[in-house]
């Protein structure tokens, strides 16, 4: 992923695409090439955007993603194997992230009280304070800035939540 | 990215984040907060799909997309910048699509006939072939198998396009 920013195109190379899919006789796949492609698109400008904003607070999404999942919890901590589970990646992403946050002492790794083989990720005062102002640009320079109505945005988390649902997430 | 897959969770965890957003006096910020999760993890899931289907076929995503799009020109080349620009990438992954496809035969580099310092890539008559082949597969298992309807599909495009139109894309 890279911060480069190519001049726009004169047209929507999506639409292009699904013209083509049309001309070569798969009319009924191209509206789905379209989303699929537009998804990738899109996911690939916002994490570009996300972690633009993270930069500054030496932040990565995935690690802002665990110390915030870790805030919200009652006692600030979690089994890793949870983790994985709750932010839906793989259990070596989460043990990377883990490394980091423990490196930068966002996170440091406690015992489980009463199972010794759990390992427990735990978020520091310092995490959750860093988590809320990460938390801060994030809603001010994204999430409120994404440029679409409120109807919009409401409809791509609609669909995709039945997407998503479809898929297995929950 | 991996292909483990996670037991769904018995709740939506994006529904979830929205609500401690709220409880945290974030609401404004709750939906755009929910789409970018939204996107992010749904193009988790789609790319995962992708490189399945298209793993059979020896091929990732990125170079799927260039000898897909070579394919499409009336030429079957394209100068190396060009392609850049058109599939939205750094010019580092188009280079290393590029020597990737060259070796496995799919495309080769070939001067521009007027203009010496442009370098173009064409596509071979085997990668024609493989892009048909990867995309009838695509086609089959993924853009027309997405689980979604007709207009949701649509929504979710025309949603997407106005985003990409407002960052820039086209």
């Known amino acids: ?43 690939q400008i916002l994490l570009g955007r996300v972690e633009e904003v993270l930069r500054p607070h030496d932040l990565t999404f995935a690690r802002y993603e665990l110390i915030m999942l870790l805030s919200f919890t009652r006692t600030g901590s979690m089994p ?33 009280a009463s199972d010794r083989r759990t390992t427990l990720a735990e978020v520091t005062p310092a995490g959750r304070e860093l988590a809320l102002k990460a938390t801060e640009s994030l809603n001010r320079e994204v999430f409120t800035s994404l440029g679409l109505s409120r109807r919009d945005v409401e409809a791509v ?3 995709l939540a039945r997407f998503r649902s479809g898929h297995g997430d929950f």
């Open 80 to 112: 890793l194997s949870r983790i994985g589970a709750r932010l839906q990646v793989h259990p070596t992403s989460v043990t990377n992230a883990v490394d980091r946050c423990e490196a930068q002492g966002l996170v440091r790794r406690v015992p489980h």
């Open 1 to 43: 992923m890279s911060a480069v920013v190519p001049a726009p195109l004169p047209f929507d190379p999506i639409a292009e695409a699904s013209r083509q899919w049309e001309e070569h006789g798969w009319a009924e796949a191209a509206p789905g090439m379209a989303a699929v492609t537009s998804v990738m698109r899109v996911q």
């Open 157 to 159: 988390v609609r669909v």
